[in-house]
């Protein structure tokens, strides 16, 4: 698995989302470098990763990015968001979490109803079959509709996603998978690690009201959100995201 290390300072681990790879949060480390060495994964299947035979798990990635990390805090986007949550609830070696756009579950329940249908993400398994790259796109503008600068953000998706290559089929259908079948709201209550929960308040894949919620699920837990900001508020909102987790981390290193 490709992990690529920038910039100086106390450690932050970053894990994108569905289909694009560590690229993705070039905005990020434009502004955080040189307050953190960041640690950029490509998930297997994804940017320099794609060739990885890891299996696209929680099980499988989570201990091979702990054990070619340090103790670190982590920031998940999306479906990132769920490796980065896995991590804190299994090891001691995630010092602070911040999720993006990322809740413990992503598809609506009876208690649960601030998410998808699971429906939704069966009909993309089944597009990606039909079209692949055409669903590909589709997803990407999902990520971006709504947000005040949707235009701008999807130009710079779609040139993310082909700078590193495309993902692979695999990976895709496993991500997919991840996404419609995790639930981790049972380790909220016991996590031990300050969270910081960052919302697009017009986000039309992960509603703002599911961090809200998720971060009252925790006992050291806060919540914001980005006004004018869709699924990938660190796009168009770069400057507001990046000096809230620059805040957050700063605090959470003083505390732990």
């Known amino acids: 698995m490709h992990i690529e290390v920038v910039g100086d300072g106390p450690p932050l681990v970053l894990v994108h989302g569905w289909g694009l790879h560590g690229g993705v949060f070039a905005p990020l480390v434009d502004r955080l470098s040189g307050a953190h060495e960041l640690h950029l ?127 692979s089929p695999q990976a895709l259908q496993q991500g997919l998978s991840l996404l419609e079948q995790s639930d981790l709201r049972a380790v909220l209550p016991e996590l031990a690690v300050p969270s910081l929960w960052i919302s697009g308040h017009r986000d039309r894949l992960v509603p703002a009201a599911a961090l809200r919620d998720a971060a009252g699920m925790t006992a050291h837990g806060r919540h914001l959100d980005i006004a004018g900001g869709g699924h990938a508020p660190f796009l168009g909102h770069a400057d507001q995201v990046a000096e809230a987790v620059r805040d957050f981390l700063a605090e959470a290193v003083a505390v732990t």
């Open 41 to 167: 994964v490509d998930l297997p299947g994804h940017g320099h990763s794609r060739d990885s035979a890891l299996p696209l798990t929680l099980e499988a990635c989570v201990p091979e990015i702990l054990a070619r990390t340090p103790a670190a805090a982590w920031l998940g986007w999306s479906l990132g968001g769920l490796f980065a949550l896995h991590a804190a609830a299994v090891s001691p070696r995630v010092r602070a979490l911040a999720l993006i756009a990322a809740t413990p579950r992503f598809v609506r329940a009876p208690a649960w109803p601030h998410a998808v249908e699971a429906s939704v993400f069966a009909q993309f398994g089944r597009d990606l079959q039909q079209d692949y790259r055409g669903t590909l796109e589709r997803f990407l503008a999902l990520d971006t509709m709504g947000s005040d600068h949707a235009r701008a953000e999807l130009r710079t998706l779609k040139e993310t996603l082909h700078a590193r290559g495309e993902p």
